[in-house]
């Protein structure tokens, strides 16, 4: 029969543990714990260094930046001193739908600086006040659509500002006000029975300080006019083609 063992007593060292009793751990004496050692914080950024980044960063975006400027603003070298911007440089460049060829009787486009001598109406008053319209350029094509012949007219004219260009574009744009006279009513051609192209179609478009206005109708054919209201559609699509011909005209002027 065993000892009996005393309560919060443990057997000693050297001792064999009775049946169901556990070996005793010693404990481990002096020393200090185990300790976790933490890692090292990272070294601090590097101001100088993240700003001279930065900073030559922002003078890479200036520098490309200037040259987009430069290339963009080349084109308006041509510009004429007054600032006034000219029809090429104000209308696109595109191809178009009609082939227009210039009238035989008008090869080149006429060129004058008093524009209420080339208009009725109340847009001929409009244009003589003093100073506002600086001048006026006048070109006559043909284009055939269909096998028939249409005669289109080009105005171009050139005003002090934009703000007077918008208010001869409004007013032509109304009816009964008059416009700018096309070479048939100027009487540099002769059209019988036709004495002004107006009446058929019509397209304006303002660019700044240039108002460009076309006027179309149907050639007489056996001294006999052939334009009918079914004739309104292409009239009006043929005007709104024409309009980029003033980028020759003006050239021409």
């Known amino acids: 029969?065993?000892?009996?063992?005393?309560?919060?007593?443990?057997p000693w060292p050297g001792s064999h543990p009775s049946h169901g009793e556990t070996d005793w751990i010693p404990r481990v004496s002096g020393g200090d714990p185990f300790q976790f050692s933490a890692e090292p914080p990272p070294p601090p950024p590097n101001t100088a260094l993240s700003w001279g980044l930065r900073i030559a960063g922002l003078i890479a975006i200036a520098v490309v930046s200037g040259l987009v400027w430069s290339y963009v603003t080349s084109d308006g070298d041509s510009a004429d001193q007054a600032g006034v911007p000219t029809v090429e440089q104000t209308?696109?460049?595109?191809?178009?739908?009609?082939?227009?060829?210039?009238?035989?009787?008008?090869?080149?486009?006429?060129?004058d600086t008093d524009c209420a001598k080339h208009a009725y109406g109340a847009t001929r008053e409009f244009l003589a006040r003093p100073g506002l319209c600086t001048k006026v350029v006048q070109?006559?094509?043909?284009?055939?659509?269909?096998?028939?012949?249409?005669?289109?007219?080009?105005?171009?004219?050139?005003?002090n500002s934009a703000k007077t260009a918008g208010e001869l574009r409004a007013l032509t744009d109304r009816d009964g006000t008059g416009n700018v006279n096309d070479l048939v009513r100027d009487k540099v051609i002769s059209v019988p029975p036709l004495t002004a192209l107006s009446g058929g179609g019509y397209a304006a478009?303002?660019?700044?300080?240039?108002?460009?206005?076309?006027?179309?109708?149907?050639?007489?054919?056996?001294?006999?006019?052939?334009?009918?209201?079914?004739?309104?559609?292409?009239?009006?699509?043929?005007?709104?083609?024409?309009?980029?011909?003033?980028l020759e005209i003006d050239a021409e002027a």
Do not use: W
């Open 205 to 246: 478009q303002q660019n700044e300080s240039v108002v460009v206005i076309v006027e179309a109708d149907y050639a007489p054919v056996e001294g006999k006019a052939t334009r009918t209201a079914a004739d309104e559609p292409t009239l009006k699509a043929v005007c709104g083609d024409a309009l980029r011909l003033a």
């Open 139 to 159: 070109g006559l094509f043909t284009t055939t659509v269909e096998n028939r012949e249409i005669l289109v007219s080009v105005g171009v004219l050139h005003f």
């Open 1 to 10: 029969m065993s000892e009996p063992q005393h309560p919060g007593r443990g």
């Open 91 to 111: 209308l696109p460049k595109t191809a178009g739908k009609y082939q227009f060829d210039p009238h035989p009787e008008v090869a080149k486009a006429r060129t």
